[in-house]
C-alpha cells in the first residue's frame, strides 16, 4: 500500500490535498492511505511510527517550517518523495537541496497532482521488477526475470542469472526469500534453494534442470507439490 503524508498549517488547504488524493484513489482503484497533519511537530512524530513513501509538504508553515522538517527527514529518511506546496517561486532553488521531488503552486489542482501520482506509482511498480543486492563494491540492481535461482550455502547467498554468471553477497535466505516467494514465477524447491519457474526445462525425482543446463536439487516431499504449482503457473500464463 501506497502510504503518503500531507501536511499543511490550512485546513482547508489539508482537505482540498486529501480529497484530490482520495479521488485519485477511487478512480484508479489504487491501494493508498492518506494522514493529514497541520504541524511540521506534528508531522515528524508521526514519522517515527509510520513508513510513508510520499510526503506533500508545505514549505511555510510558523514555527518549524517544512523546509526545515524536509532538512531533518533527509537526516534518516533517503526515500521517501518530498512534493512541495507552496503560493511563492522563491524557495524553489531550496527544494533541490533537500532532493524534492516536485514543486507545487497553491492552490493544487488534480491536473497538476494526478500525473506525479501517476508517475510515482510507475516507479515504484519499476523498482519491485529489480532485485536489490548489496555487494561490497555497491548497490546492485537485479532484474528478477534475469534470476534463474537463489541459493544459499555457508551464510553465502548465491544469485544465478539467466547469461550462467552468477552473483555471490553474504547472507542468509531469510534476507530475500519474502521478496522472491512473493512473486508468481518462484517457487521454493528445497530448504536452499528457490527457483524461477520460467527456467525450468524438466523435474526429476531429485532434480530440475533448466533451459541453460544447470540442475538444482529438489526435495522429494515437494517434488509432487512442485510439479503441480508449474503446471498450474504455466497454464495461468497462457
Known amino acids: 500500500m501506497l502510504k503518503i503524508a500531507v501536511c499543511d498549517d490550512n485546513r482547508q488547504m489539508l482537505d482540498k490535498v486529501e480529497g484530490i488524493l482520495q479521488n485519485y484513489r477511487k478512480i484508479n482503484d489504487v491501494p493508498m492511505s492518506v494522514d493529514t497533519y497541520e504541524s511540521a511537530i506534528e508531522l515528524m512524530d508521526a514519522l517515527r511510527k509510520n513508513d510513508y513513501g510520499i510526503l506533500i509538504l508545505d514549505i511555510i508553515m510558523p514555527g518549524f517550517t517544512g523546509m526545515q522538517a524536509a532538512q531533518e527527514i533527509r537526516k534518516f529518511n533517503e526515500e521517501i518523495k518530498i512534493i512541495f506546496l507552496t503560493s511563492s517561486k522563491e524557495f524553489a532553488i531550496d527544494s533541490y537541496a533537500v532532493d524534492a521531488y516536485y514543486y507545487l503552486l497553491k492552490p493544487v489542482k488534480e491536473e497538476a497532482l494526478f500525473p506525479l ?46 547469461d550462467g554468471s552468477n552473483k ?36 526429476e525425482p531429485t532434480t530440475i534442470k533448466t533451459y541453460s543446463g544447470k540442475e538444482f536439487p529438489v526435495s522429494r516431499l515437494l517434488v509432487r507439490d512442485i510439479k503441480d504449482q508449474y503446471m498450474n503457473y504455466m497454464f495461468a500464463k497462457d
Open 117 to 162: 501520482i501517476d508517475k510515482i506509482m510507475l516507479e515504484r511498480k519499476a523498482r519491485n521488477q529489480v532485485c536489490v543486492i548489496y555487494t561490497p563494491m555497491g548497490i546492485v540492481n537485479i532484474p528478477f526475470a534475469k534470476i534463474e535461482c537463489l541459493e544459499v550455502y555457508n551464510k553465502h547467498l548465491v544469485f544465478h542469472l539467466s
Open 168 to 203: 555471490e553477497i553474504r547472507g542468509s535466505m531469510s534476507d530475500y526469500e519474502e521478496a522472491f516467494l512473493s512473486r508468481t514465477e518462484f517457487k521454493k524447491i528445497h530448504r536452499s534453494y528457490i527457483l524461477n519457474m520460467d527456467y525450468i526445462s524438466s523435474i
